[in-house]
């Protein structure tokens, strides 16, 4: 039934946005951008929601948040591979010292990771645009 739902919700914004969009590769960008989000923001809450809250805040001093967070807006590259490899270690986020250790998702796929950082890369205020899976991939090379 979700899966249906979710089948359904990519396909109305697809028709709103093939509609409404000018060119046929900016309506194509724009409909990437829109499934690589809807699909991000599934796996952002079944992978990352449970430390970072599903309204990306944090959970107080033990988890950082990344809603709103100068880390995120320094570091956008940098999400890729915290997503694949963990972070272990200090990190500050808006002045706050954090020591949680992140632990590595390696199961997500390359496309999985773009989908998850498009979507934190366009919430909470941050209008970063598609991250899409060839310069995730690339990313992902140069962070091993």
Known sequence: MIRTLTHLAVLVFTI??????????????SIKLK?????GEQLYIAHCSNCHQKD????????????????VRAN?????CIIRSGLDGEVTVNGTMYNMAM??????????????????????DYRKGLVDVKSTSARLERCR
Do not use: H, M
């Open 16 to 29: 709103l946005v093939w509609g409404c969009s000018g060119g046929s590769g900016e309506r194509a960008d």
């Open 103 to 124: 632990p590595p998702i390696p199961t997500l796929t390359d496309l999985e990771i773009a989908q998850i950082t498009t979507y934190i890369l366009n919430s909470w």
């Open 56 to 71: 990306g805040q944090g959970l107080g001093r033990v988890y950082p948040p990344i809603a709103n967070s100068d880390f």
């Open 35 to 39: 499934q690589y989000y809807i699909k």
């Open 76 to 80: 956008p590259d940098t999400i890729i």
